[in-house]
């Protein structure tokens, strides 16, 4: 077994990179919102990109330790702490068996993503690990979790069980955990901490606006709404105005398509969007500035800017470069037992 679960916080699920090749069947694709974090989080760990993580939104969980555990948390910052003492982010950290942790109030952001050595052992379904809370599907018995709830790990590499006996070396007999200097550093990461603007492309309909609305759409601030969750987040602000009244058939959507319903008011379709929509298209958000959205609470203000198709194709072959030079290095430091 893996660790227990003392409280469950607000929203936490398992989740990993989601269901993919089903929208055809009506499946959306869900998984991780904040696709950067979940995924630093498994490389620093060891784990391939697929392994299943929790995503912890705003108010999170008490963890009970059942074995040494090897975990990291990227993302937002939610006061996490391991026998009430601090535990650093965006790095790997020792915990040892019978600690407790957990996950406080948010400093900034809105989800953190906890990784353990080995991923989170729930079946997959439809080969994913996801948790679909609108059809009951994946994850843990397809709902967030709850009091008592006792989940398993996966199975850990000989590479990362080494890295794990250095650092458990480092362990005095009144610590708790053990964590090296290194981490993923801010600089690597985008840019939560910023003024949120969104990278957007042009939609299939944009040029079915009013002029007047596309420039207020690049020019003026938006806010989220409280009525936004992980499916689509409803903003707030200048009204868009078609030119005339459309009428068109459902298309395929993707995560950070931004529709216009009748009210002239944008939504952002997030993680576990419908696989088709009939309301105009105005933007597709880049790929690589999801994460930034997938931190984004209510209230937050946000703003768009227009780039190319292919200045966002360069932007994501830029961003999986990087992975994999993270991982390389990260990798090395397991081979030579940089605990430090």
């Keep these: ?198 990278r957007v492309m042009h939609g299939q309909d944009s040029s079915c606006f009013r002029s007047e609305s596309l420039e207020q759409f690049y020019t003026r601030p938006y806010v989220v709404s409280s009525q936004s969750d992980r499916m689509g987040y409803r903003m707030q602000g200048p009204l868009l105005e078609l030119e005339q009244p459309m009428s068109r058939l459902s298309e395929a959507v993707t995560y950070g398509t931004v529709q216009v319903p009748p009210d002239g008011q944008p939504i952002i379709l997030m993680a576990d969007h419908q696989t088709i929509g009939g309301y105009p298209v105005i933007a597709q958000a880049a790929f690589v500035d999801l994460p930034i959205l997938a931190q984004l609470r209510p209230g937050a203000q946000i703003s768009f800017v227009q780039i190319t198709n292919e200045e966002a194709r360069c932007l994501y072959v830029q961003r999986q470069q990087k992975f994999q030079l993270l991982d390389k290095l990260i990798r090395s430091k397991m081979a030579e037992g940089q605990g430090r």
């Design 1 to 198: 077994m893996g660790f227990e679960v003392i409280r469950p916080g607000l929203l936490t699920l398992v989740q990993d990179e989601g269901r993919i090749g089903y929208r055809r069947y009506g499946v959306p694709v869900g998984g991780i919102m904040d696709t950067f974090a979940g995924r630093a989080a498994n490389m620093l760990v060891g784990n391939t990109r697929h392994e299943a993580v929790l995503e912890i939104t705003m108010s999170g969980p008490e963890l009970h330790m059942l074995k040494d555990q090897l975990i990291s948390i990227c993302g937002a910052d939610l006061s996490v702490t391991v026998d009430r003492q601090p535990v650093p982010m965006w790095r790997p950290v020792l915990l040892r068996a019978g600690s407790v942790l957990k996950f406080g109030a948010s400093r900034h952001g809105l989800r953190a993503y906890l990784a353990l050595a080995g991923g989170i052992d729930v079946p997959q379904v439809m080969g994913s690990r996801s948790t679909d809370l609108k059809t009951v599907l994946g994850g843990f018995h397809g709902r967030a979790l709850r009091t008592s709830d006792v989940l398993a790990t996966g199975d850990i590499t000989g590479e990362v069980q080494q890295w794990i006996y250095h650092m458990t070396m480092q362990l005095g007999a009144d610590q708790c955990m053990a964590a090296p200097s290194w981490l993923l550093s801010e600089r690597e990461r985008p840019d939560y901490y910023g003024q949120p603007v969104i």
